[in-house]
């Protein structure tokens, strides 16, 4: 059986932190219809406005996605053609070393069980610790490293932004997961969300979106260079499970 995943860290960051978010939400969207996934991992969708808007607009999808008041504090949404089976939310430990930013956010990971035919599917839908000082650069790693204890499951597949290169990656994830990188797409088309006053600080690097079955599997990736609809490449994955 095939599956068509898609990830994509939205950038809808609270403005002035973000720029012409309803613009970009709308272009989404219309990405969505168009591609037509069975599952989707979006990340920074940080206000309750924009999850319903997501809700409503995607009301054939099951929506997973922890919300209360103003704020979706974890920033994570999932939504999937698939009925859950069970939803399970973890977070990620606060330490005296996180920025200011990231100990405001309640960053971690959703877990969701599926039932496909006679097989289980689990997913994950994760963003990892994002660094701008060099000395928070194993943040991210040991934030994968906590996902990894809780990668027990058969068949799973983890979609989201890591925070971690494309070069270290290998390092960080000894043979557990697939991964194929999209070669075709150039990261210096999101200048223009890039040279944004707030995302001048961030150290981005070469850190993008993954989409990671667990099994060795038959699976394609790209990157989805338009429309630009964030300061992240979207991801799209179609796997055999």
């Known amino acids: 059986m095939k599956i068509k995943i898609l990830s994509s860290n939205c950038w809808l960051l609270p403005p002035p932190f973000s720029v012409e978010n309803r613009k970009r939400l709308k272009k989404l969207i219309g990405l969505i219809r168009k591609t037509n996934p069975d599952i989707i991992a979006l990340q ?3 206000l309750n406005k924009y999850v319903s808007l997501l809700k409503k607009g995607f009301s054939d999808y099951f929506a997973v996605s922890l919300n209360k008041g103003f704020f979706n504090k974890t920033g994570l949404v999932t939504l999937s053609k698939l009925k859950p089976n069970s939803v399970d939310f973890y977070f990620f430990k606060k330490t005296k070393k996180h920025s200011l930013v990231e100990s405001f956010a309640k960053k971690g990971y959703q877990k969701i069980i599926f039932d496909i035919g006679q097989k289980k599917l689990a997913f994950i839908n994760t963003h990892l610790y994002a660094p701008v000082l060099e000395l928070e650069e194993k943040m991210a790693a040991q934030q994968f490293n906590e996902i990894k204890r809780n990668c027990k499951d058969k068949n799973l597949i983890l979609a989201g932004d890591l925070n971690i290169r ?12 697939c991964y194929k990188p999209d070669k075709n797409s150039d990261e210096r088309l999101l200048d223009i969300y890039r040279k944004i006053k707030f995302n001048r600080i961030v150290r981005y690097d070469d850190r993008v979106n993954y989409i990671l079955p667990k099994q060795k599997s038959q699976f394609k990736v ?13 991801i799209e994955a179609i796997l055999d499970i």
């Not at 260079?225 to 992240?232: F, L, Y």
């Open 166 to 177: 494309k070069s270290d990656f290998k390092r960080f994830n000894p043979g557990l997961f």
């Open 44 to 46: 920074e969708v940080w």
């Open 222 to 234: 790209k990157n989805i260079v338009s429309p630009i609809i964030s300061d992240h490449f979207p």
